[in-house]
C-alpha cells in the first residue's frame, strides 16, 4: 500500500543549528538562577577554596556550566514542536514543564526576522510574531527552514484584518521572506548610519563601565597568588621586580598607563559590540509602517506598523548631548517597560523599533510621522522648554527616601566591617549625617529633569538624572489613568499621575491635585470618545 505523502501542516522541528539559540536560552535561565540563589555560594566556593587555586575552580565552575547549558539546550530542542495551521500558530516546548502556545494570526502584530551567518549560508531564518496582549514574543521560530517561513507568512498575511490595509499585508509578506523588499517598495529612507556613527553610539555605550569593571576583575585573577607557579615564576615575579626598581614617577606612569590601557580596550570592546549590533543601520518608511535593518554578521529586521505604536521614547545621556544627538525607541503594544517610562534598556521585545542615533532634526519628522496630525505640540525633545516642572516638594520627599536608603547601606555596611575590626558605629552615623546634603543635591538635579507638557491630543513626561528621557504617548491609546495621593500630598494639594498603556506605565509625580484630576478626567474621556482602535 503507498505512503501518504508529508503533510506540510504536520508538527515540525527547528533546524539542529537552532541548539545554538537554546543555548543562549538555557544561559539566561542559568545565569538568573545564579543572581538569585547560587551567586553567593559560587562566591564562597572562589574566597576558601585554596587548595586547587582560585583560576583553578574558575575553570571548573566553567566547564560544569558550559555542560549543563549545552545538555539543557539539547534538551530543549529535542523537545520543541511547531505546527504552521490555517489560522493559527501552534507550539510544544519543554521537558519537564511542558508548554502549549497557541497563537492566531488575528492577533500577530509584527513579522520580525533575524538571520544569523550561518543562517544566511544554509537557507535557515528565525521567525519571530509579535501578538497583542503579551508582554513577551511568544511565537518565535529559530532556525526554520525558508519554506516554512514562506508558509507562515502567507498564512500571516491572510489573516490580517481588512481595516490594516493592502500595505499591512506586504510587510508581513516581506518580512518573513527574511530580506528587505525591493527598492521600489522600502519607501523613503529615513536615516542611515555610518562607521562614525557607530563609533559615537560605542562612545556613549552604558556598557562601557561594565566592559571595564570585568576588565578589571579579570585582571585581578591573574595576581601572582592566583597564577600556577611556572607563570608566576617566569612572568610576574621577573615583572615585579623589574617594576621595584623604577623609581616613585615611573611606577606613576607605568600605573597610569595600565588604567588607560584598560579603558582603551573597554572603548574598542564596545566600539566592536557597536560595529555588530547596527552595521549598516536604515531606516524606512512608507506611510503605514516603519522598517529598520541592522546587523554584521547577524542581521534583524524589525517591521512595526505606525497605528500599532503606544509610546515614542528620546533619551540623551552626557556623551550624546555631546554629540547632540539622541536615541529612539518606539514602543508597540508588546514591548515590556519598566514602571515609570519606557526605557530603551528595559525593553524586552524584539517588536520594538530602536533608533540607537539620530539629530534633534531627525527626532522631530519621527515623531510628526508616528503621530500623524495628533499631538504635533506636545515635547518631543527631553531639553524643551515646554516642559512644566512639578512641585518642589518632590526635592523634600526624593531626599528622604535617598537619605534612608544610603542610611541602611552604611548600616549594611557596619555590620560587615565590626566583627573585624572595621570603622566604629559613630564614624557610621556620623557618614550617615554627611550624605544628607548629597541626597539633597541628588533629589535637585532629579527635580530639575521632572517634569510633563500636553496638548488637545498627547501627554510628554521627561525624567532623567545625569541624561534626560522624554516619553510621548496619545491619550486614546490610555489603558487607564489614576491618581495616588500620600500623606503628605494630601496636606500639600499635591497628587501622582499614573497612566497604564499597553507598553507600560508613565507616571507623573507632585503635580497640582486640580490640574491632575481634570487631566485623568480628560484622558478617560479621549479613550471614551475615540473612534479609532489603540493598536
Same mark, same amino acid.
Given at each position: 500500500m503507498a505512503m501518504n505523502p508529508h503533510d506540510p501542516e504536520d508538527w515540525q522541528?527547528?533546524?539542529?543549528?537552532?541548539?545554538? /539559540?537554546?543555548?543562549?536560552?538555557?544561559? &539566561?535561565?542559568?545565569?538568573q538562577i545564579l543572581i538569585q540563589g547560587g551567586l553567593p555560594v559560587v562566591a564562597l566556593v572562589i574566597a576558601f577554596w585554596d587548595n586547587l587555586g582560585r583560576m583553578n575552580v574558575l575553570l571548573f565552575l566553567a566547564a560544569a556550566v558550559a555542560l549543563m547549558v549545552l545538555a539543557g539546550a539539547?534538551?530543549?530542542? $529535542?523537545?520543541?514542536? /511547531?505546527?504552521?495551521?490555517?489560522?493559527? *500558530?501552534?507550539?510544544? &516546548?519543554? /521537558?519537564? &514543564? &511542558?508548554?502549549?502556545?497557541? *497563537?492566531p494570526y488575528e492577533r500577530t502584530l509584527g513579522v520580525h526576522v533575524q538571520r544569523s551567518l550561518v543562517d544566511r549560508v544554509i537557507g535557515l531564518v528565525t521567525v519571530t510574531l509579535d501578538t497583542?496582549?503579551?508582554?513577551?514574543?511568544?511565537?518565535? *521560530?529559530?532556525?526554520?527552514?525558508?519554506?516554512?517561513?514562506?508558509? *507562515?507568512?502567507?498564512?500571516v498575511a491572510a489573516a490580517l484584518p481588512t481595516d490594516a490595509g493592502p500595505d499591512a499585508a506586504r510587510d508581513a509578506s516581506d518580512a518573513a521572506d527574511g530580506c528587505l523588499a525591493a527598492p521600489s517598495r522600502r519607501g523613503r529612507v529615513l536615516i542611515k548610519l555610518g562607521p562614525a556613527d557607530m563609533v559615537r553610539i560605542g562612545l556613549g555605550s552604558r556598557n562601557f563601565l561594565f566592559v571595564a569593571a570585568t576588565i578589571g576583575i579579570l585582571a585581578d585573577l591573574l595576581q601572582p597568588g592566583n597564577l600556577a607557579d611556572p607563570i608566576r615564576?617566569?612572568?610576574?615575579?621577573?615583572?615585579?621586580?623589574?617594576?621595584?626598581?623604577?623609581? $616613585?614617577? $615611573?611606577?606613576t606612569a607605568l600605573a597610569t598607563m595600565a588604567i588607560l590601557a584598560v579603558l582603551t580596550t573597554a572603548l574598542v570592546l564596545t566600539v566592536a559590540a557597536a560595529f555588530l549590533r547596527h552595521h549598516a543601520f536604515a531606516l524606512w518608511h512608507d506611510g503605514s509602517t516603519f522598517r529598520s535593518r541592522s546587523g554584521l554578521f547577524t542581521q534583524r529586521e524589525v517591521v512595526v506598523e505606525t497605528p500599532k505604536i503606544q509610546q515614542l521614547s528620546v533619551s540623551q545621556d552626557i556623551v550624546m548631548r555631546w554629540f547632540k544627538r539622541f536615541r529612539l525607541c518606539a514602543l508597540p503594544a508588546v514591548a515590556n517597560v519598566a514602571q515609570g517610562g519606557g526605557s530603551p534598556g528595559n525593553l524586552d521585545a524584539a517588536g520594538a523599533l530602536d533608533i540607537p542615533l539620530l539629530s534633534d532634526r531627525a527626532v522631530e519628522e519621527l515623531h510628526a510621522r508616528v503621530f500623524g496630525e495628533e499631538a504635533q505640540n506636545i515635547a518631543a525633545l527631553p531639553r524643551s522648554t515646554a516642559f512644566k516642572r512639578v512641585s518642589p516638594y518632590y526635592i523634600r520627599t526624593l531626599t528622604l527616601r535617598i537619605w534612608l536608603i544610603a542610611g541602611l547601606c552604611l548600616g549594611l555596611v557596619s555590620l560587615a566591617l565590626l566583627p573585624s575590626g572595621g570603622f566604629p558605629n559613630t564614624w557610621i552615623l556620623i557618614g550617615w549625617i554627611a550624605s544628607l546634603p548629597v541626597a539633597a543635591g541628588i533629589a535637585w538635579q532629579v527635580w530639575r529633569r521632572r517634569g510633563y507638557a500636553r496638548d488637545e491630543d498627547g501627554v510628554a513626561t521627561r525624567s532623567g538624572f545625569i541624561g534626560s528621557k522624554a516619553n510621548a504617548f496619545l491619550m486614546r491609546k490610555a489603558q487607564s489613568a489614576t491618581l495616588k495621593q500620600s500623606p503628605f500630598q494630601r496636606r500639600k494639594g499635591l497628587a501622582t499621575l499614573q497612566v497604564q498603556l499597553a507598553c507600560g506605565s508613565i507616571t507623573v509625580p507632585y503635580i497640582d491635585e486640580g490640574a491632575a484630576r481634570r487631566l485623568r478626567d480628560y484622558i478617560l474621556y479621549k479613550v471614551e470618545t475615540s473612534q479609532r482602535r489603540w493598536h
Open positions: 522541528r527547528s533546524s539542529p543549528f537552532a541548539i545554538v /539559540f537554546f543555548v543562549g536560552s538555557a544561559f &539566561k535561565v542559568f545565569r539539547v534538551i530543549q530542542w $529535542a523537545c520543541f514542536r /511547531f505546527r504552521i495551521g490555517e489560522d493559527r *500558530l501552534l507550539i510544544r &516546548k519543554g /521537558f519537564v &514543564k &511542558k508548554t502549549r502556545v497557541d *497563537l497583542s496582549g503579551s508582554t513577551q514574543a511568544e511565537g518565535r *521560530l529559530p532556525s526554520i527552514r525558508t519554506e516554512a517561513a514562506h508558509r *507562515l507568512r502567507a498564512r615564576e617566569v612572568v610576574v615575579d621577573n615583572a615585579t621586580s623589574a617594576v621595584s626598581r623604577l623609581g $616613585a614617577l $615611573a611606577q
